[in-house]
């Protein structure tokens, strides 16, 4: 343990990974290229959170574990914490991230994909609009995979409407 | 001496057991470490009235049997480690020095990206990980 690399490789990392799966593998089936990145996702959230809880005292309830997600996990991995943490009461969360890492620097304006004809324009807007959310789909399985390994199940989706302001929203299934 | 030691994944599936005396009593050690199972799971639904030893993850000496003590360590994510040793006097700081250990070598073998959770841990560098661990606690205990 000991060895790290650079932010920018992990950026490059994920970038060329989204579009591998999304351009490459599964150019057609964006569902298809959004479960598979979400499955990484869980992969990696499953492995951090063992790392992240080793020298915790056990999580008490399930406000406990969100707590540690926005915390801990989200320090580790971003250097800042959630900034919001919305809850009902009734088993839905949602987290809110001012500034998030990953998207921080994707470029969001449509009209630099170079085509500006009318039809393109709108495919190249729907594709603009695609690359974050695929994105977004990995931060997701991080935090399933991560809740899922301390035991809790549920269901993450990320809300991109405000890039790079970005929430996401946990349900736990009962 | 340390005779045994065991990981457990969360739904009680066995993830790594390690013997290491020259007898050929496996079979025995694997059924202490099914038992203390039990005790584990046991301690962690049944707390005691003492609130400050509830969220610990180290869990203690489990039970004693005739020959050997057996010790428990519970992490966040409901993997059990088990530890079962024929020695007498045995302090409590080396058992969670052992486990504190023992939880670094786990980490990193289970963020081994080709390594599949649930599945029943396979690097030689965790084995190896172990019985110098092992060694070592032997050493520091006989003083």
New interface residues.
Partial sequence: ?GREVSESCVDSLLTEMVSMYCNRLYANKPELAASRIDAIGY?VG??L???Y??E?????DHLDAIKFICKDFWSELFKKQIDNLKTNHRGTFVLQDNRFRWVSRMSLDPSENGDLSQENAEAAENKAAQEPNMHLHFSCGVIKGALH???IACAVSADPSHLPACSFVVRIKP | MIVCVAVVGHQNNPLYIQSFTDADDSLKLRHIVHCSLDVVDERVNNPKKSGPTLNETFLGLLYPTENYKVYGYLTNTKVKFILVTTDLDVKDADVRNFFRRFHAAYVDAISNPFHEPGKKITSKTFAERVSTIVKSFGMSSTR
Avoid: D, V
């Fill in positions: 343990m992969q499953h492995q959170s063992e790392r809880t080793m915790r005292p056990r999580f008490t390994n301390l035991g």
